[in-house]
């Protein structure tokens, strides 16, 4: 009995060491970090998933585990990133630009000091999907109907407001205006409940290929011209873009669709660590080739175009990549 009560004791005190140390072993090596996309028909959410892709190849190098998450979009991440909720996100150029300046929705809360740009990524056009039986066929078109302008917290807000102000169309005034997460949208163009959406995003992209393989039939509306031409002027985060719609066959357009755009980028906060943010930059550029194939948005992409649109300090972790790869003096 008594030597029966000791084996039992050394071995739950066995099993208390052994359950108490392995497991803060592997949590002390393990960096858990969580990237901001935007909705899952989208571009950022496959980017987040490629990026999470090639750094979890290394999570014996790195002890970095990095997840991927849905969200509102380019200002919800911003937010999200500043609130120290996730780590990275994508956010488009010009919403970096207001962040980094306490513009549009950062206006009353001031510069978001604290942001930190990696690398920029893929384009993205400012595309206004109409249904053809809502008869929009220019921009100006949309005057009395039902548009989707973007939720709050994407960055597609901004870029509507803004398409239609050149036109000189009043977004309260001129359209009922709808702000539903663009993952909606498409179902509600096809059920007949807007006549059209707006659509800050690369291409191809789920979204538009759910909107135009219904049975409405759709068309891409052209948001070009000399008032794009004075946007572009005034605004030098914005530059002249296009919708491919080969890449959208059930559309009834013939060619492309001019209009304008902005570049997706990768940011974080200066609260990340360098080892980090590094090991992030180090991967997606030494795997750059096998990168570009994870989305055919990338097919445009080279370093140097990656480096561009930035507009926020460049983080430190970054920063020392660039520098080892000559990329940066
Ligand atoms: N540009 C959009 C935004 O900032 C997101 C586009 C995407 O998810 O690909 O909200």
């Known amino acids: 009995m008594k030597r029966g009560a000791i084996i039992c004791a050394v071995m739950a005190i066995g099993f208390v060491l052994c359950a108490g140390s392995f497991p803060s072993a592997v949590q002390a090596k393990t960096t858990f970090i969580t990237i901001g996309t935007g909705g899952i028909t989208g571009v950022y959410y496959p980017t987040g998933g490629a990026i999470a892709k090639i750094v979890n ?13 849905s969200t509102g979009g380019s200002v919800f991440n911003v937010n999200a990133i500043m609130a120290g909720d996730l780590e990275f996100g994508v956010v488009q150029s010009d919403r970096q630009y207001q962040a980094i300046n306490g513009m549009k929705e950062w206006k009353d809360a001031g510069p978001q000091k604290d942001l930190r740009a990696v690398f920029s990524i893929h384009p993205e056009s400012v595309t206004l999907c109409a249904a053809v039986d ?60 807007i006549d059209a959406f707006f659509y800050t995003v690369g291409h191809p992209t789920g979204a538009f290929k759910e909107a135009t393989a219904g049975r409405r039939k759709v068309r891409f509306v052209s948001i070009a011209g000399p008032e794009i031409d004075a946007l572009i002027k005034k605004f030098p985060y914005y530059a002249k873009s296009y919708v491919p719609v080969d890449q959208y066959p059930g559309a009834v357009n013939e060619s492309n669709v001019d209009t304008f755009g902005v570049k997706a980028t990768f940011v974080t906060s200066a609260k990340v660590p360098d080892n980090v943010v590094y090991a992030i930059t180090k991967e997606v550029f030494e795997n750059f080739e096998d990168f570009k194939k994870l989305h055919p948005a990338y097919a445009v992409l080279t370093k140097e175009s990656m480096l561009e649109g930035l507009s926020a300090e460049i983080h430190p972790g970054a920063m020392k990549y660039y520098k080892e790869a000559g990329m940066m003096k």
């Open 134 to 193: 809502a008869e929009i066929k220019t921009i100006r078109d949309v005057k009395g109907k039902i548009v989707n302008i973007g939720n709050p917290g994407s960055g597609q807000l901004g870029n509507s407001k803004d398409a239609l102000d050149a036109f000189g169309i009043d977004w309260e005034k001129d359209i009922k205006a709808e702000q539903v997460k663009a993952s909606e949208a498409p179902g509600l163009l096809q059920d007949g409940r």
């Open 57 to 69: 190849n290394k999570r014996k190098e790195y002890g970095i585990r990095c997840t991927v998450e």
